[in-house]
């Protein structure tokens, strides 16, 4: 079966500092991988998704970047943190009817 | 892009009590989901439901695709139901997810 496996579950970063989240998945070849930011309270921001190596497509203009070095692999990342980057990162796999999410990364930019 | 709108936006249940959770969607039904996030954020993955309805335990689920709603019944509600209840739908390689239902269930 699928899993995503996504660290760290939680970080504290002063603003301006460098931000790596990493994602990998495992039991599936080619996935379709997400990244997701949901702030205070609730509501799924789709940020990047990625059909495969190299190939992202970003959502939302930010701060924020991301990458696919490898197949099972999907790495958020900003080069300096804002305040406004603070919330719960979650990293999902999704593939026809079914959806898989890592246990999230909740962030807080201080 | 597509508009998914959930009600209510918080609920508040005695243990025992049953509800229902609506999801509206602005386009046609497609690959429609529901998940639950538990309160330490983890998302599962509850139905996959297009149309038609569908049954797991205590939970039901029931999408009018050409009405563009879904339905989540929860029955004989537990704590650990509580948590935030979302419906997605999957249109090509993006998953839209609604705002999200608050539900606590209260022993």
């Known amino acids: 079966s699928q899993t995503i496996h996504q660290w760290p579950a939680t970080l504290v970063q002063p603003v301006g500092s460098p931000l790596s989240l990493e994602c990998t998945v495992e039991g599936t070849s080619n996935p379709n991988l997400y990244w997701y930011r949901q702030a205070a309270g609730r509501g799924l921001q789709l940020l990047f998704y990625s059909v495969g190596i190299g190939q992202i497509s970003s959502e939302v203009p930010q701060n924020l970047s991301a990458s696919r070095p490898q197949d099972r692999q999907f790495i958020l990342s900003s080069k300096k943190l804002l305040l406004s980057d603070s919330g719960f990162y979650l990293c999902?796999?999704?593939?026809?009817?079914?959806?898989?999410f890592g246990q999230g990364t909740r962030l807080t930019v201080v | 892009g597509i508009q998914v709108e959930q009600s209510p936006p918080d609920l508040i249940l005695q243990e025992g009590a049953n509800s229902t959770l609506r999801c509206n969607f602005s386009?046609?039904?497609?690959?429609l989901q529901w998940f639950h996030q538990n309160p330490w954020g983890q998302l599962i993955n509850l139905f996959y439901i297009p149309s038609g309805t569908k049954q797991n335990g205590r939970l039901s689920a029931t999408t009018v695709a050409t009405e563009r709603y879904s339905l989540l019944y929860i029955s004989s509600s537990q704590t650990t139901d509580s948590g935030v209840y979302f419906c997605?739908?999957?249109?090509?390689?993006?998953?839209?997810f609604g705002t999200g239902t608050s539900l606590t269930v209260i022993p």
């Open positions: 386009d046609s039904v497609n690959n």
């Open positions: 997605a739908q999957n249109t090509g390689n993006q998953f839209y």
């Open positions: 999902a796999w999704m593939g026809g009817t079914e959806a898989f």
